[in-house]
């Protein structure tokens, strides 16, 4: 299996490549060159297989060519081995025919948990096979640099440098990366806000000889890696749910869209899906999208499902070069226009292509609090604030009620326990293993909010650990 570049510009490349390069040199993202399929009778004998058996099966075909089934196997094992709940991602019921799925067993409670522990040892297998290293930087306003330093503390070949904004992060997403203190994680507090953060990574990628010095490498879910092991819970969920005898239906909280775009790929691969849904909070570029056929950025605001504050989504770029029958010069005229203008507009051709297999629902921070409340009195169970938005739009915008609905919980309650708190009336406790967080040691550096400081301090330490 060989990757291409969405922009039909880039060298088509093998899985090991994809993995480290991240965005392709075009600008594009990679995708695979062809989709894997199951058949309906493939898909019953998948029934029974373990979360691990299950995840070797999806993943092999998209990596055969440079892992073995047995190096996979390995890695899937020791990945998914020390999530929490032994199911790894259990199916719970909440509703008639409506089904939570609990992505927040992994160490740092969000679903991004399930690529990043993969993509952490992904990449020490192969920069141990190649003997190299890599210096991964990012910013985050929260979940992906907690999830990104759980996936690479302790490994040799990575140093992972994550900044995050200053007092600008709540106290238990600060915590999860803080209290990492091993010796190759490496917290910046910097001045400023989000943006002020991510526009320094932005420069570190663009200064060509610190990148190259340094083996800069990026772990943001333009990495075809991270899709790609998002791709095992749908068909987790779908078999558990009834298919291949029926079809499911998922409904799917979204920021870059990512998530949603590993369960299309689910869809292409086999898995009988006939609706997704898409929640937003008030950060609604994708249902305006879908409601006029035309995406036009707009202003950025916070609200209490932060994990899904974002202007553009990144992965819609991959779901627009299959909805357009892979055209490349199509695609490039679409972005183009995008960064010329800020907006937009797709063919009517496009629009019902879509709107055979999307639909979508903004739920603001208001209405987000009456579905946690809701739930919570009617089933005593308790969603964070992103998983509500899935529920709240599954429930308005389903299509038929006779399919099973299955909507993807992306965090743990205790991620966001002021606004779960707020709207249930109860507050949500930590699990075990990060009962103590609060006690624990914190370890990081704080930077003004400078290019020149910045990088500095990180060649600095890469210095000091005989990195550089
Ligand atoms: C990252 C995140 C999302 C958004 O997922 P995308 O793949 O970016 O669409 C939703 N919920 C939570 C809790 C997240 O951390």
Known sequence: MKYISTRGNAPKLAFDDVL???????????????WPHFSPADLAQMKDLSYVELAVKVMLPFVEEVVSEDELRQIVTDTYGAFESEDVAPLV?????????????????????????????????????????????????????SAAIEACRDRDNIEIFILFPNGKVSE??????????????????????????????????????????????????????????QVVYYFWAGLRAGAPETSVAFSVPTGNFGNVFAGYAAQRMGLPISQFIIGSNANDILIRFIETGRM?????FATTSPSMDIQISSNFERFMFELMGRDSSALNDAMQEFKDTGHFSVTDAFMDRLKAIMDGARFDDETTAQVIGDVYKESGYLL???SAIGVGAARTRRWDKAVPMIILATAHPAKFPDAVKAAAGVHPELPSHLSDLYEREE??????GSYDAVKGYIETTLKERGKL
């Open 384 to 386: 964070d604030t992103h």
């Open 20 to 34: 480290l390069t991240g965005l392709a040199r075009d600008g594009g993202l990679y995708l695979p060159e062809t």
């Open 443 to 448: 370890k990081y550096a704080q930077l003004p």
């Open 93 to 145: 019921k909440l509703g008639e025919n409506e089904w939570v799925l609990e992505l927040f067993h992994g160490p740092t409670l969000a679903f991004k948990d399930y690529a990043l522990q993969f993509l952490g040892r992904m990449f020490d297998h192969v920069l141990t096979k190649r003997g190299a290293k890599l210096t991964i930087a990012g910013a985050t306003s929260g979940d992906t640099g």
């Open 172 to 229: 238990v997403q600060r915590r999860q990366m803080s209290t990492v203190l091993s010796d190759n994680v490496h917290n910046i507090a910097m001045d400023g806000n989000f943006d002020d953060c991510q526009a320094i990574v932005k420069a570190l990628f663009a200064d060509e000889k610190f990148r190259d010095d340094v083996h800069l490498s990026a772990v943001n879910s333009i990495n075809w890696a991270r899709i790609m092991a």
């Open 296 to 300: 036009q950025s707009k202003d950025v």
